[in-house]
T-cell receptor
Framework: NAGVTQTPKFQVLKTGQSMTLQCAQD?????MYWYRQDPGMGLRLIYY???????DKGEVPNGYNVSRLNKREFSLRLESAAPSQTSVYFC???????????FGPGTRLTVT | KQEVTQIPAALSVPEGENLVLNCSFT??????LQWFRQDPGKGLTSLLL???SQREQTSGRLNASLDKSSGRSTLYIAASQPGDSATYLC???????????WGAGTKLIIKP
């Protein structure tokens, strides 16, 4: 039981490049989330998916797109990376009843 | 708009002390409240979740309480150990909402 896994762990991009962050969970959770964490800003929700086939914007969705590929996988795409997207990105999933969230280990992204 | 505050931002205590971390929220219409721990450079680990109908939850040396009417939750750590050093975050889920509202965290250092 791996919980929530994220790939890659680290990534350096140049401005304008694109990439996809992958997230998978093996806990059969319905809802999944993408957050970014910046010093002094705390955790901010980018997008979430309440169930397979649905996605919704969070607090800071601009510059990002998501795909809920199936119940297990939820990916985050940066189409044209900007230095302001330098951050640590966390994926989380939650149980259907209590909505207790479980987090992945994070992806440290640097955009130069 | 719900706001979550954690005071103090940082706390340093000698090993063996019992301590209390505070979390306050402005809107009492919450679904549940969750306490997390984050080690430097790591993801978040769920510690305790309290449903809105509950008063407290316990796990080992940790006890979390919830007083909705006063908009407060406390995390009590008994017999603190250096391994308890981490940042502790609380997050509130509003009724019928998938999003968590996060506090900024309390950085705890336990001195040997």
């Amino acid at each position: 039981n791996a919980g929530v896994t994220q790939t890659p762990k680290f990534q350096v991009l140049k401005t304008g490049q694109s990439m996809t962050l992958q997230c998978a969970q093996d806990m059969n959770h319905n809802s999944m989330y993408w957050y970014r964490q910046d010093p002094g800003m705390g955790l901010r929700l980018i997008y979430y998916s309440a169930s397979e086939g649905t996605t919704d914007k969070g607090e800071v969705p601009n510059g990002y797109n998501v795909s809920r590929l199936n119940k297990r996988e939820f990916s985050l795409r940066l189409e044209s990376a900007a230095p302001s997207q330098t951050s640590v990105y966390f994926c989380a999933s939650a149980t259907g009843s209590s909505y207790e969230q479980y987090f992945g280990p994070g992806t440290r992204l640097t955009v130069t | 708009k719900q706001e979550v505050t954690q005071i103090p931002a940082a706390l340093s205590v000698p090993e063996g002390e019992n301590l209390v971390l505070n979390c306050s929220f402005t809107d009492s219409a919450i679904y549940n409240l969750q306490w997390f721990r984050q080690d430097p450079g790591k993801g978040l680990t769920s510690l305790l979740l309290i449903q809105s109908s509950q008063r407290e939850q316990t796990s080992g040396r940790l006890n979390a309480s919830l007083d909705k009417s006063s908009g407060r939750s406390t995390l009590y750590i008994a017999a603190s150990q250096p391994g308890d050093s981490a940042t502790y975050l609380c997050a509130v889920r509003q009724d019928s909402n998938y999003q968590l509202i996060w506090g900024a965290g309390t950085k705890l250092i336990i001195k040997p």
